[in-house]
C-alpha cells in the first residue's frame, strides 16, 4: 500500500510540474519579444504602471488585464484621462501592439478623402454614415494634436486628426497625413504599429502596410511624452455608450532611439 501511495505521489508531483511549466510558458508567452533589430527598450513590463502615470480622475478606468494596458472608458471625467509615459522621447521608433475590444454607441462617421478633406454633398454638408464606434490613439511628442488614431472609420487607423483637420495647414501636410491605405484588422483581432518619429516627419506602419509615409507635421515639438488616449465612456446617467468611446487595450510597447 505504502509503495502505491509514493507511485500516485509522484504520479500527482509530475503533473503539478507539467502544469506550472505550461503556465509558465503561457505568462512568458503574453510578452512578445521585441521587434528584430539592435536597441529595443520596453516601455510597459506587462504586470503594472511602471514608467506610466495615471490620471486620478481615470484610475477606475485604466487597469492591467492579461498582460496588456486595458481602458475602460466612463464619460463625465473633466481633464485629461490619458496615461502619459514618465519619460519623454525625440527622435524614436515605436512599436506597439492594440486591439479594440468592442464597438459601442453609434457615431457620425465622415467619409474621408485622400487630400484629408470631409467629402459634402451638392450643399456643401458634410457627408456622413452613422456606425457603431470605438476611438483612441497614441500622442507623440507630449500633444494631443501630434496623435496617431485608433479608430472604427472607413479610412483606417493610423492618420493624424490635429493636422488633418487643421485648416491652416498646407494642403500637402493635411494630405499627408490622411492613411493611404486601410490596414486595420477587425474588431477584437490585435494590430501593431511601427511609427517613426524623426525631426517633423512620421512615417507609421500598421500591420506590415504603410499607411503614412514621411508625413510633415510642423512645429511638432522636438521632444515630449507618450501618452495612450482615453475619451468618450460609458454615461451613467443616460445609460448609455458614446460612440466614440476608448474601448482599446494595449501591450508589447518597444521604443528605440534614433541616432
Known sequence: ???????????????????????????????????????????FNGKDFTGWTVPDIAKDCWTIVDGAIDCDPKAGRKGDTAVWSEQEFGDIELYCEWKIKRTEGIYQVPTVLPSGLDKTDEKGEKVLT?????????????????QVNIWCWPIGSGEVYGYRMDDKMPAEVRAGVTPKVKADKPVGEWNTFLITMKGDRLTVVLNDKKVLDNAQLPEVPAKG???????????EAKKEWNGASSLVQ?????????K
Open 1 to 43: 500500500m505504502r509503495g502505491l501511495n509514493r507511485r500516485m505521489e509522484s504520479r500527482h508531483m509530475k503533473k503539478l510540474a507539467l502544469a506550472l511549466m505550461l503556465f509558465g510558458l503561457v505568462a512568458v508567452s503574453s510578452l512578445a519579444a521585441p521587434p528584430s533589430g539592435d536597441g529595443w527598450v520596453s516601455l
Open 250 to 258: 494595449f501591450k508589447n510597447i518597444y521604443y528605440r532611439e534614433l
Open 130 to 146: 452613422p456606425m457603431p464606434g470605438a476611438d483612441s490613439g497614441i500622442y507623440l511628442r507630449g500633444t494631443s494634436k501630434a
Open 225 to 235: 511624452k507618450i501618452a495612450l488616449q482615453m475619451h468618450g465612456g460609458y454615461d
